[in-house]
T-cell receptor
């Protein structure tokens, strides 16, 4: 079945450091891939998405590239800020099968000043 | 109102109470979802409502009862809950099959 695996956190970085959060997936068909972010006390917000292989999603300085050959969708940011501290979720959907999204377990990011 | 709204934001209830959570989406979407988010556990999909289907997670206890009167409103009726049901309950909506979902802020439920 379809699944998503994220690196375990927490990830602790200093402000202005480079961020990578790894995400790999297992899926049949041609899923769309998503990154969501959850700030403390809030719901999940869509951060970026990619719908086909080699697409790059980007938003607010974050980027992720849909790599079919390595079944990966790693999240990157060149220079993190304290305000980026949150939990990040990788997710996939299979447009051919159902409305459901499959989420990874989430990675907590803590950015220190 | 814009996006997905949920009320109440916080709820404390005893095990013998009956309460309902409300979700409303203002995005014109065709599918709505209930998720449960517990500490140190993966996000759990509880129910899906769409124009084409209703999907239930068979592991969700019958003390949770969903209701979807139209494509913009979704309720979760709660009765005789247990302390382990304490969690953040998230509502979401999406336009079409396989597209991104938009989440509400959640209801923080505490069962005493």
């Amino acid at each position: 079945g379809n699944s998503v695996t994220q690196m375990e956190g927490p990830v602790t970085l200093s402000e202005e450091a480079f961020l990578t959060i790894n995400c790999t997936y297992t899926a049949t068909g041609y899923p769309s891939l998503f990154w969501y972010v959850q700030y403390p006390g809030e719901g999940l917000q869509l951060l970026l998405k990619a719908t086909k292989a080699d697409d790059k999603g980007s938003n607010k300085g974050f980027e992720a590239t849909y790599r079919k050959e390595t079944t990966s969708f790693h999240l990157e940011k060149g220079s993190v800020q304290v305000s980026d501290s949150a939990v990040y979720f990788c997710a996939l959907s299979d447009p051919g099968s159902s409305y459901k999204l499959i989420f990874g377990s989430g990675t907590r990011l803590l950015v220190r000043p | 109102e814009t996006g997905v709204t949920q009320t109440p934001r916080h709820l404390v209830m005893g095990m013998t109470n009956k309460k309902s959570l409300k979700c409303e989406q203002h995005l014109g979407h065709n599918a709505m979802y209930w998720y449960k988010q517990s500490a140190k556990k993966p996000l759990e999909l509880m129910f899906v409502y769409s124009l084409e289907e209703r999907v239930e997670n068979n592991s969700v206890p019958s003390r949770f009862s969903p209701e979807c009167p139209n494509s913009s409103h979704l309720f979760l009726h709660l009765h005789t809950l247990q302390p382990e049901d304490s969690a953040l309950y998230l509502c979401a909506s999406s336009q079409v099959r396989g597209s991104e979902q938009y989440f509400g802020p959640g209801t923080r439920l505490t069962v005493t």
